[in-house]
Every structure is written in structure tokens, then in C-alpha cells.
């Protein structure tokens, strides 16, 4: 591959802000084709860090509103993407005003003036590959900003991550149990206390425990012990740690993975209630949106070892179980013990408990069992260092006790999310969430039916509110999901002669006593006979490897605003930055990247496939196209449009590459679909960089498909 540099424009993404006249609602989404290289992320300046599970992706958006808001619906959507959550930059609701987020799949929250923690914040996931944004403003000084969506390549209950916990560190041993880490690779490391021994000190940090637990401090989230305060103010803790530990003094703070939320508390300070620490922790867990709730700090509620039950802890317990918390970590006995699901008083409550597992067995000596406890001991072991594995989804958790080599003791647990969708339920939603159909035309918008909580019982499905002289019949008008996935369904839409005018039309389940409704905008457009058109500046249902059979491993198709590549080896623009109408098109890999061969089509073929239409007699295909490449490419490579009639498809154009450089130029190019009359079919748009690795670019714009 010649040697070649690539020019980009740079672009400032500003974080949306408040500055919005009264009644505003915007939206501008940047999705996230499935591989493709994902637009950059605006940055801001203060977070809740998020931790991705494995497979994440994701991109700017901006989605916005204040004031008195009554706007349609808006959406963020990722197309392929089987999850999405959305980062806020500002929730500022007042009195009862909401915005509810519905996934495309499954999945709703209604979000209110509690739910803002002072800081930018990511949502839970929701199933699907967009997320519905409804605003019910009423108050004037109401407003909000989404920025920002992570999105999943795969679905959200094989979605997991993993975190590794232990307490009571170094200690002597703590040799034996980094390797347990190492061997985990954690998206986290969760420390309860004493990690440096015997006084904390910022020597004993960097002689006894960077050795060894040093390696992981990028990916660690501690908490103090007594120990770290045997050194005043616990000042080699805070100096060693810097602002992970959280506010100096304070210590404690909170931190998102995946779909958990985390709590780091200080047990060594001020922890009654009212205190400061306590109401912090109220009001932190009160914010959350997510699902799935644990706690970390050293003092166990709860302890058959030496030092027995700590009620001075309770304030701490108390909020985690009205907050319906899921798990709390702990240490200072130097053993393993697992609880049941209890109360603040040691009760226990399988259905609300909160489960607290100490593992004080970091790698500092060993206590016995030589206390009684208020809780029921499920599990314990005082001979055994270990860490503990935390396997966490949306809805659920796993805990697993990993001794050092050579020792045979293990424990596992399992739990639910206590705020996870439990009860069996569906949603509805539709892709796209808007559609155009000319008079005398068709239109299909896809239906989804997505099961949450085990539901797997039919729902009936039904379209209302559509405009004057428009027709919708869903097929099968009844689905059944299967248990926590989805089942799709083809709303078709028919516009008569005369039909005209607009509106927002209800598409409607129906299981039993329970309904759930989704909205699509149904516009009829001007006559002319035009059945499907899409300039792409908004989403309109295309999808990325419909038939799973791509190859490409980079620069794959996706919607978007193209980025100016040009060679200097030929001096010859490759990728355009322009469009021939708006400012998005299809394009592979559409930011320019840093250096050659970044972001244009490699590894083989990639396709995107419309959504489906009802050629019309004598119907014609019409579309802007640009592509190009260097003098290494081959007949192999091309860009093709076919008609897939069903699972067959037909070559309709085709471009391929020679040993001659090629410039992009944006051309204008017609094909007869006269042949498929009458047939639904969709538009299969490719692209390949196949044979030998070369440069190549392609782009598409304005389809459409008139009579």
C-alpha cells in the first residue's frame, strides 16, 4: 500500500447547554453502524465515570429541550446496536416535569428532578438499537441535554462485567493474590480497606503494596481502613491514590460499570445519620438510574470473626436496603464470609435484603469464627486467601470466592437486581420512528414486540391516527416474543390518490389486560408516484449486515457527515467532505482518521440493506454515488446497488476498481426496476475492498425509487 497522508477537518463538539428559548426540543443523532470506527465522543469536564462492558461503542448525539415542551418524540439511535444508554449533561426538572426514555425493544424509565447528581451522568441500557426521548415540560425552567450514547454489539443479558474485590491487603501475602486478578481482568478493582499495612503510611504504599497491586491502579476504586488512618488523616491513602480515593478528608464517592451502580464509603469518619456522609449516600443512590446497586467500605455490618458486628455501620446499611441496594463488600476480619440477603438488623429478607460478603483475605493473617452475628452466615472459610469475582449483568449477579494457588476453598452466589425488571412485561417500538409515503404508494415501518422478565405470551398488534387517506395492516398482527428477546412484525402503510397530510399514529400491543403503545409519524408526500426516498438525513431504518454475511473489518457503511480524505501521494481528494444534498449521506467509514488507510473499506465486503418498499409499474431507481480509490486496487474491488427481491438478490450497478487512481466525484446514476412491479423488495447498497488490501471509498445519496 503506497504511502499516502490524509487531511481532515477538524470539528469543536460543544456539549449541548441551557441556552434554549422556552418550548425548545432538538435532536440530532450520530449513529453507530455495527464495527464501523465510532465518531468521537464529546469530552466534559465533570462525570460519573461510566465502566463499558466488552464490545461498546459510541458517538455524540444532541437531544435537548426547555421550557413548555410538547414536541414530538425524538430519538438516539445506533442502527444494529442490540442495547443503548445516553449521557446527560443537564437535568434540571422542576416540580413534576419528566423525560421518559423507551428502548426500541424493551425497556422504559421515567426520569425526575431527583435523578440529577450534579455531574454528567450515563442512563441504564435499553433494548433496542434507538432510545425514544419524551419530554413532559411544563415549568419554564425546566430543561435537559443528552450528549452522548455507549451502544452494545451484543444483547443486553449477555452483556457482563467483571469486577474483582478484596480487602486487607498487603499484608505479606498479597503476592499470592495479585495473580488472581491478573488471571480475572477486571473492568475494576474494588479495595475495602487496609490495603497497606500496618499504618497506611505512603512508604508502606509504595514498599508493600505497589510490588504487587500497583499493576492494577488504573482500574482500581479503593476505600480506607482503620489502618490507613493509623497515619493522621489517613494522608498516604489520599497520596498514593490521588482522586481516585475522592475528596480528600472525605474519601467516599460513587462510579458506574455497565449497568451497576457503585458506592465507595468511608467507615473510618462521620457516619451517623444526618451526618454528612449518610445524606451524600441518599441522595447518590436516589439519582441512580441504573438497575443494579453495590457498596464497598471496610467495616463489616455484620461478622462472626474477631471483631464481630459493627452497628455503628448501620446508617450506612439502612440507606442501601430503603434504596433497595443489591450488594455490600467489606473487610476487617481476615476471612471469608457470606450473608443472606438481611435486613439492617440482621433479619433476614430474601426479597429486599441486602446481601453483604466480607473478604478480608487480601493477604494479612488469619482470624477465627469467635463471634456470634445478628445475620445468617451462608458460607465462610478462615484459612484461605482469595479474592472475590464479581459477575454482574443488567439483572443480575454472580460472586465467586477465588482462593490462591494450592487452596481448594470456593463459594459462589447468584442474586437479582432488585430494580431490574423482574415481573414478566413487553414493550413496543417502532424503526423507524418516522416515514414518508407518497400518494398512490407503500411504506413499511418494522414493529417491535420485546419481552422483559420472562414474558412469552402472544400480543396482538394494531395502527391508529394514521392520516387522511392512509391504510395500515400489520403482518402477523399477532407476535410472540421469546422469553427476553424480541419478535418484529411489518406494519405496511398505503396512501390512496388523495391521501395527504400528517400525523403521529399510535401502533398499539395488546396481552391480556396490558397494552403498550409506540408512535411513528406518518407523512404523506408530495404525488409524483415517489415510494421511497431518503436524502439520510435522518434515520430511516437502513441496517448494517442485514444477512450477517459481511467481511469487512473496517470503514463499514454507515449515516453520516463525510470527512475530506486526500492523497498525496496523487493529490487526489478520495473521500469527499461534501454531499450533494444536507449534510449526510452513506459512506464507508466516514471520518477522515489521522493517518492512511485509516477509516476507508479494508478486510472485505460491507453492506447496508433499506427498509422495504412496493415497486411501482415501471418504477426507477435514481441516486447520487461517489467512489474511488488508489492505483492499488483491483476488479475485485466495487460498489454495488442490488435489489433484494426476498433472499435473492439482483445487481442493478456496479462500479469496480482498476490499477488506474481514482478521485471522488459525485455522479448521478439511474437503474430499471420495472422488472420487480408490484414485489416488496429492499435496496442493497455495497461495497468491497476484497483480493488485496487497497485504499477505497465509496458514498450514496439521495435514493430514491419513483414510478
Not at 14 to 30: M, W, Y
Not at 262 to 271: E, G, Q
Not at 547 to 559: H, I, N, P, V
Not at 561 to 577: F, L
Amino acid at each position: 500500500m503506497r504511502s499516502t497522508t490524509k487531511r481532515w477537518r477538524r470539528r469543536t463538539l460543544a456539549v449541548a447547554t441551557s441556552t434554549l428559548a422556552a418550548g425548545a426540543f432538538l435532536v440530532a443523532a450520530h449513529p453507530q453502524a455495527g464495527g464501523a470506527a465510532p465518531p468521537a465522543v464529546p469530552e466534559v469536564a465533570d462525570q460519573v465515570p461510566q465502566l463499558t462492558e466488552a464490545g461498546v461503542t459510541g458517538g455524540p448525539a444532541s437531544v435537548s429541550g426547555g421550557g413548555t415542551s410538547t414536541s414530538a418524540d425524538r430519538s438516539v439511535c445506533a442502527p444494529g446496536a442490540h442495547w443503548l444508554r445516553v449521557r446527560f449533561t443537564e437535568l434540571s426538572l422542576r416540580g413534576n416535569d419528566s423525560v421518559t426514555l423507551t428502548g426500541s425493544s424493551a425497556g422504559s424509565y421515567t426520569l425526575t428532578s431527583r435523578h440529577w447528581p450534579g455531574k454528567a451522568f450515563h442512563t441504564r441500557a435499553f433494548e433496542g438499537d434507538c432510545v425514544r426521548v419524551s419530554a413532559a415540560l411544563s415549568d419554564p425552567a425546566s430543561r435537559f441535554a443528552i450528549d452522548a450514547y455507549q451502544a452494545g454489539d451484543r444483547p443486553l443479558a449477555a452483556a457482563t462485567t467483571t469486577v474483582a474485590a478484596v480487602g486487607d491487603v498487603c499484608g505479606s501475602s498479597c503476592n499470592q493474590t495479585a495473580p488472581l486478578i491478573k488471571n480475572m481482568n477486571p473492568q475494576a478493582l474494588i479495595l475495602a480497606g487496609d490495603n497497606a499495612y500496618s499504618s497506611g503510611t505512603l512508604s508502606e504504599y509504595k514498599n508493600n503494596y505497589d510490588p504487587y497491586y500497583g499493576q492494577f491502579k488504573a482500574i482500581t476504586y479503593p476505600t480506607p481502613g482503620n489502618h490507613e488512618y493509623n497515619t493522621s488523616g489517613a494522608s498516604g491513602y489520599f497520596d498514593y491514590f490521588g482522586a481516585r480515593a475522592g475528596e480528600r478528608g472525605k474519601g467516599y464517592y460513587s462510579f458506574d460499570v455497565g449497568d451497576w451502580h457503585f458506592v465507595a464509603l468511608n467507615s473510618n469518619i462521620t457516619r451517623s445519620t444526618g451526618s454528612a456522609q449518610e445524606t451524600w449516600l441518599k441522595n447518590d443512590l436516589a439519582a441512580s438510574t441504573k438497575p443494579c446497586t453495590a457498596a464497598f467500605f471496610h467495616h463489616p455490618r455484620f461478622s462472626r470473626g474477631t471483631h464481630g458486628d459493627d452497628s455503628s455501620v448501620t446508617p450506612f446499611f439502612q440507606a442501601l436496603y430503603n434504596a433497595k441496594a443489591d450488594l455490600i463488600v467489606v473487610g476487617h476480619d481476615h476471612n471469608y464470609q457470606r450473608y443472606a440477603p438481611s435486613r439492617p438488623d440482621g433479619t433476614r429478607d430474601d426479597a429486599n435484603g441486602v446481601r453483604e460478603l466480607l473478604i478480608g483475605t487480601g493477604g494479612r493473617g488469619y482470624y477465627n469464627f469467635d463471634q456470634s452475628s445478628a445475620a445468617v452466615q451462608e458460607a465462610g472459610n478462615t484459612n484461605t486467601f482469595g479474592v472475590g469475582k464479581l459477575t454482574l449483568t443488567a439483572t443480575d449477579y454472580r460472586s465467586d470466592f477465588v482462593p490462591v494457588s494450592g487452596r481448594t476453598f470456593t463459594d459462589t452466589a447468584t442474586g437479582k437486581c432488585k430494580k431490574a425488571v423482574s415481573s414478566p412485561a413487553f414493550s413496543v417500538g417502532t424503526t423507524p420512528s418516522s416515514v414518508s409515503v407518497k400518494p398512490g404508494g407503500t411504506a413499511s415501518v418494522t414493529v417491535n414486540v420485546g419481552s422483559t422478565g420472562g414474558f412469552t405470551a402472544a400480543t396482538a398488534l394494531s395502527v391508529s391516527g394514521l392520516p387522511s387517506g392512509v391504510t395500515g395492516t400489520i403482518s402477523p398482527s399477532s407476535v410472540t416474543p421469546p422469553a427476553n428477546g424480541t419478535a418484529t412484525a411489518t406494519l405496511t402503510l398505503t396512501a390512496s390518490d388523495t391521501a395527504s397530510g400528517s400525523a403521529a399514529a399510535t401502533v398499539t400491543g395488546t396481552s391480556g389486560s396490558t397494552t403498550q403503545t409506540a408512535k411513528v409519524t406518518v407523512s404523506v408526500g408530495a404525488a409524483g408516484g415517489e415510494v421511497f426516498a431518503d436524502d439520510f438525513e435522518t434515520d430511516k431504518g437502513w441496517r448494517l449486515n442485514a444477512a450477517g454475511s459481511d467481511t469487512a473489518t473496517a470503514g463499514k457503511w454507515e449515516r453520516g457527515d463525510p470527512e475530506q480524505t486526500t492523497s498525496t501521494y496523487s493529490n487526489q481528494i478520495k473521500q469527499r467532505g461534501d454531499t450533494p444534498s444536507g449534510v449526510n449521506c452513506l459512506v464507508t467509514g466516514r471520518l477522515a482518521g489521522s493517518e492512511y488507510g485509516v477509516n476507508d473499506l479494508d478486510g472485505g465486503a460491507s453492506s447496508m440493506a433499506s427498509p422495504a418498499f412496493t415497486v411501482p409499474t415501471g418504477g426507477k431507481l435514481t441516486f447520487s454515488y461517489t467512489f474511488a480509490h488508489g492505483d492499488n486496487a483491483t476488479s475485485a474491488d466495487y460498489l454495488r446497488i442490488r435489489v433484494l427481491d426476498g433472499t435473492t438478490p439482483t445487481t442493478v450497478f456496479e462500479k469496480t476498481g482498476s490499477a488506474t487512481e481514482v478521485a471522488g466525484v459525485w455522479q448521478n446514476a439511474t437503474a430499471d426496476l420495472s422488472s420487480f412491479a408490484g414485489r416488496s423488495v429492499r435496496l442493497l447498497v455495497e461495497a468491497a475492498d476484497a483480493s488485496t488490501a487497497s485504499l477505497w471509498e465509496s458514498a450514496v445519496d439521495d435514493v430514491r425509487v419513483t414510478a
